[in-house]
């Protein structure tokens, strides 16, 4: 009840008629039913722009955090380089750091080389601050599995590509789907660097457009309206992941015992 309470609120709030807090009756839906504030969400707001923007954030963060952490994992697992403890070293220290501690210096970064104001320059921060805990995790996962396989396909003529994406990539399927997750919510939920580094009304992220319902026009209908379809991308997630990530998780309980 403590969990679901809240979401059921804001399920009532946005399929209220009315649009501030205090005319909500503490019953789930207790004010009644309707779709004014959904009518409100499209036809008097940026909303699709909005969720347009994110998406293009948070699937470009994706992308490039997963092509960036799974290769670096793999070489730091399977290869030896000078430096390589001293660089997996750094990035753990990069990871203790908290990330507001960075903001300024990213404001500046993004300044001098023109990502201000972008989409492209806030999935370059994600991506950028992805890379040290994700690394790390995939290359723990990929130190677990046995090198046989490798090896024999090396053995049979394969290439180093042929063997880390026919080889290594279906055995790291479950982390990597993890890795895509946490790389995906992270940016559509973030309310922070957004703030920071963009300006335009053109730019705004689905969580800056929400709090401008809310903190310029006082429409809490709305902006729970609005945060409905929040939750949206990680329904699909689920659904597309969840019999995978089930029998990664069977067949580990089952090599445990």
Same mark, same amino acid.
């Given at each position: 009840?403590?969990?679901?309470?809240?979401?059921?609120?804001? !399920?009532?709030?946005?399929?209220?008629?009315?649009?501030?807090?205090?005319?909500?009756?503490?019953?789930?839906?207790?004010?009644?039913?309707?779709?004014?504030?959904?009518?409100?969400?499209?036809?008097?707001?940026?909303?699709? +722009?909005?969720?347009?923007?994110?998406?293009? =954030?948070?699937?470009?963060?994706? /992308?490039?955090?997963?092509?960036?952490?799974?290769?670096?994992?793999?070489?730091?697992? *399977?290869? /030896?380089?000078?430096?390589?403890?001293?660089?997996?070293?750094?990035? !753990?220290?990069?990871?203790?750091?908290?990330?507001? =501690?960075?903001?300024?210096?990213?404001?500046?970064?993004?300044? *001098?080389?023109?990502?201000?104001?972008?989409?492209?320059?806030?999935?370059?921060?994600?991506?950028? &601050?992805?890379?040290?805990?994700?690394?790390?995790?995939?290359?723990?996962?990929? %130190?677990?599995?046995?090198?046989?396989?490798?090896?024999?396909?090396?053995?049979?003529?394969?290439? +180093?590509?042929?063997?880390?994406?026919?080889?290594?990539?279906?055995?790291?399927?479950?982390?990597?789907?993890? #890795?895509?997750?946490?790389?995906?919510?992270?940016?559509?939920? %973030?309310?922070?660097?957004?703030? #920071?580094?963009? *300006?335009?009304?053109?730019?705004?992220?689905?969580?800056?457009?929400?709090?401008?319902?809310?903190?310029?026009? &006082?429409?809490?209908?709305? @902006?729970?309206?609005?945060?409905? @379809?929040?939750? =949206?991308?990680? =329904? #699909?997630?689920?659904?597309?992941?969840?019999?995978?990530?089930?029998?990664?998780?069977?067949?580990?309980?089952?090599?445990?015992?």
């Amino acid at each position: 009840l403590v969990v679901l309470y809240p979401f059921v609120y804001v !399920l009532t709030a946005a399929f209220a008629g009315g649009n501030t807090m205090t005319s909500l009756s503490c019953i789930p839906f207790g004010n009644g039913f309707s779709f004014h504030n959904f009518v409100n969400l499209f036809a008097k707001t940026d909303f699709p +722009k909005w969720f347009g923007n994110t998406l293009f =954030i948070a699937l470009f963060s994706m /992308a490039g955090s997963l092509i960036v952490c799974v290769l670096g994992a793999y070489i730091f697992s *399977r290869y /030896a380089f000078p430096g390589k403890r001293k660089m997996l070293l750094l990035m !753990l220290i990069l990871q203790i750091v908290p990330s507001f =501690i960075s903001m300024i210096a990213m404001y500046y970064v993004l300044y *001098r080389i023109g990502g201000l104001d972008t989409k492209w320059g806030m999935a370059f921060v994600y991506i950028a &601050g992805n890379i040290p805990y994700n690394v790390w995790l995939v290359k723990t996962y990929m %130190d677990s599995i046995p090198a046989n396989m490798e090896e024999a396909a090396r053995m049979e003529g394969a290439s +180093k590509f042929e063997i880390f994406a026919k080889v290594v990539l279906p055995a790291v399927k479950p982390i990597v789907v993890f #890795l895509a997750i946490t790389s995906f919510t992270a940016p559509w939920v %973030d309310f922070i660097f957004p703030k #920071l580094l963009l *300006r335009s009304r053109d730019n705004k992220t689905v969580a800056l457009g929400l709090y401008s319902i809310y903190n310029e026009q &006082g429409d809490f209908g709305t @902006f729970c309206a609005g945060a409905i @379809f929040v939750i =949206i991308p990680f =329904i #699909l997630f689920f659904l597309a992941t969840q019999n995978m990530l089930t029998e990664s998780m069977s067949s580990t309980l089952d090599e445990d015992l």
